[in-house]
């Protein structure tokens, strides 16, 4: 199913590193299966979650140990009795839930050094840099230094503040969160993180090509690989993107994100149309809304909202706006690009397709994986619209939607005819 030969790893220009298609891939077809080289519970979570496998940790079965609980004597007595021990020192350290996590995956990055040096160099190449001046980093270092004294370290041991400074930046743009079950409609908290390090190659976009689906609570080993699924063909020489966070988020909050914790500022399509509509926002009257997400996924209301979107730009750009904003555009549209007003409905149909329909889900839908002989991939390489009645499956809550269910819903909201 899996093909970890159906990607390369290429340096592309202003991207960094990057995983590209090496054929042509199919809607559905898991570009990449990844195991993690590292994984840790959250603090908050700690309680329920096994520390070992990351499943719901409930009942009898529970064993206690410091810091992290057990969901089977198996999983108790495969976590190293040396990181259960450091991890015991958190009680006595005083960290808001923030800086125990950070510990909880310093702990567990310092252990994977011990026991396997290979696989600790594979986090080192990793991007990010840290800043060792940071009194969050010395606290930090500080603790970790003590709470890993009596390992049996090797001469070769690396551990400085340095070294801590740049594990918490490469954890922090190349970690994965692995969620916990919804609670209530709507709430959702990651369990715990993983470092995957080839998925980790994979860039962000706002309108990805690919998703990501993870399996945590299904039995057997390998519970905690991730897949990265591809959303929609493919061609060879792709770049292959997924979103890092839900794809509904607002240009604003996407922005910050990404600024902040990633270190770049996103400039694709998207961003440059839904820029607009924020410029519009900010300079009139009866703006829109602040902070909105495309979250109400009713095919009618996401169509509706970029509609109006785009109208309102539209009227913005014709001079119908308040005063200000006339004065705002004018100085705004010397020299600046134009934006295609008719790209709007193609991301109205990226939504469309892929958000999924669950109110405040929020998740990806992907086509579900084809076996090699279903018409998936018999179909014609010209049939363009076929992946579009493909059945889907939603990366978050795993809702499915038929493609005949999905026709069913374009026909009553007028989108096809
Ligand atoms: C998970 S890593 C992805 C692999 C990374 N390019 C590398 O060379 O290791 C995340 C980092 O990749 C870069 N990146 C991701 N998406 C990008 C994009 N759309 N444009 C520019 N840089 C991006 C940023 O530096 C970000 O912090």
Redesign the pocket.
Known sequence: MANNELIKRL??P?????LVTTRRVRAGEIVLKDSPSLLYVVSTASDRFCGTCLRMCSGPDCTDFGAVRFCSAECSASFPKDLCSALGELKKAEFVSEEENQARFLLAAYHLQLVSSEEFEKLL????EGTVDDEGVSKLHSFVEKAVQSWPWKADRKLSPRLTADLLVKEA??GFGLMAPNEKPGERAVRGYGLYTT???????CLPNCCRFEYVDKAGKSNTDIYIRAMHDLEPETEI?IS?FPINWPYELRQER?EK????K?T?ERCDTEQAWSDVENGGEEGLEEEETQDEASLEKVVQELNLKASTLESARNGEEEKNIEAEEDEEQDGEEDVEIDGDFEHAMFFVKYLCPVEDCGGTMAPIPQQPDTNLHERSDDDEDADLFLTMECNMCGHVRTGDEFRKDLEENRILE
């Open positions: 340096e592309l202003g991207r960094g590193r990057a190449v990793l991007e990010g743009r190349n998925a980790a190659f994979i860039n962000h976009e993107s890092y990404l914790e990633y270190g770049f996103c694709c």
